[in-house]
């Protein structure tokens, strides 16, 4: 790891610290429903505070549409909790950076909502440099956002003089290049959900490294397209079918184990049933995998050393279809093999299902996490790696 630049190796004493973090958390009724991310966040903050440097701390927080202050994404209520959880008192500043540069007078400020600035997505630098202004140092410890080149995450190590990693950002990659460097083998891939292009651009990458592959969700029936099964009405994409293809001969080819559905949860005008896959008709709608490829998945995750799992094989939310997500999360968490979750719905999915503590890995970043496994330098990691 030594050709990172890494906080706990950078000289802090007593300089203007430019935090960047995720404390995008979730809310509702405009109360934090779930602390995570901030607690995730303190031993950086903490750190950075031991060495009587001055902190300013950027986030965005949602999705405001129109990139100007909103009240229900303001980050007042996050500041509020950090200084509760650290028992200080954490200014935060309402003026945009855009207004008025990072001055360093208080011992740790946070920014209002990153989103909230013009420029800010588009990693604009006339906005970065603000940003940078005042500055000794650029921590860059979120990860969930080091997919994207916006001005709080990319553009601004460009105008500070120093950029490295936080202490959580750290930790994430080395989690992550340590399974992906030396994997325990063999090594398997449970990929599902709905965002299908996405993951299938990622499985024809982990093609090249896994042993096994499981699919569920959309990406399973875009498979099952491909063997030329029907899907009926159920999620898929017909534009990816050759991509499935491709992937279903490189697995014969390079002898992966991908096994494919072989019965299913299917829905008809009310109607659910369990089926084979070779008896789908017009109009079903697939919504979670069968018992008896349950039990064929559940062994390929018993006989695993590494398994990487993102994406729900169901409609986990709804109890009829959340029985083949939740006997995989039962396998993973019990399985003797190392084992590395990402994605927020897969997240959500092991927290309903099982213990969450099990997971030896839960990764913070669903896109991120995705474009890493996808071997894609990611922006936010790029400017922390040493020249
Ligand atoms: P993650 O957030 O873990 O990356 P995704 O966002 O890609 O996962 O997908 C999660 C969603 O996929 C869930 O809301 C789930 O209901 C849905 N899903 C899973 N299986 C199916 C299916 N067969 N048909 C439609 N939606 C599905
Ligand atoms: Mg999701």
């Not at 105008?159 to 460097?181: A, D, Q, R």
């Not at 397209?225 to 159920?234: A, C, D, M, Q």
């Not at 490829?293 to 109890?319: H, Q, R």
Request: charged fraction near 25%; proline fraction near 3%.
């Amino acid at each position: 790891m030594n050709y990172y630049n890494e906080l706990v190796n950078t000289d802090i004493q007593g300089r203007n610290v430019l935090l960047r973090e995720d404390l995008n958390v979730p809310t509702e009724n405009r109360e934090i429903v779930n602390d995570e991310r901030i607690r995730a966040a303190i031993p950086t903050i903490e750190y950075i505070l031991s060495q009587n440097a001055k902190l300013s701390i950027l986030s965005h927080f949602g999705r405001p549409k129109s990139g100007a202050f909103e009240k229900e994404f303001s980050l007042k209520i996050v500041a509020e909790r950090i200084s509760k959880i650290i028992d200080k008192e954490v200014h935060f500043e309402e003026i945009p950076i855009s207004e008025k540069s990072p001055d360093y007078r208080n011992e740790i400020t946070l920014y209002e909502n990153t989103r909230f600035l013009k420029g800010e997505t588009t990693g604009d630098d006339s906005l970065a440099k603000k940003m940078a202004k005042n500055c000794d140092v650029f921590v860059m410890d979120a990860f969930g956002t080091c997919h994207r080149k916006h001005c709080s995450t990319f553009t601004v190590s460009k105008y500070s003089p120093v950029t490295c990693g936080g202490l959580l950002l750290m930790e994430e990659i080395k989690n992550l290049e340590k399974i992906f460097n030396q994997p325990k083998k063999p090594l398997l891939a449970i990929i599902g959900g709905a965002k299908i292009s996405t993951k299938l651009n990622v499985l024809r990458e982990l093609i090249n490294k896994v042993d096994a592959i499981i699919v569920g969700g959309g990406i399973a029936n875009t498979f099952l397209l491909g063997s030329n099964f029907s899907v009926g009405n159920s999620l898929s994409e017909k534009s990816m079918v050759e991509n499935a293809k491709e992937i279903i001969k490189l697995a014969m080819e390079k002898n992966i184990q991908l096994p494919l559905p072989l019965d299913v949860v299917c829905e008809n005008q009310k109607q659910i049933n369990i089926k084979k896959v070779e008896d789908i008709i017009e109009n079903d709608i697939i919504k979670d995998i069968g018992p008896k490829t349950s039990l064929k998945y559940k062994k390929l995750i018993e006989e695993a050393g590494t398994i990487l799992w993102n994406g729900p094989v169901g409609m986990f939310e709804k109890s009829s279809f959340e029985s083949g997500t939740k006997n995989i999360a039962v396998s993973v968490c019990k399985s003797k093999g190392l084992s590395i979750a990402g994605g927020g719905d897969t997240i959500s999915a092991v927290q309903k299902f099982s213990n969450i503590d099990e997971i030896d890995y839960v990764s913070t970043g669903g896109g991120a996490f995705l474009k890493f496994l996808e071997g894609e330098e990611l922006p936010g990691i790029k400017i922390i790696k040493k020249l």
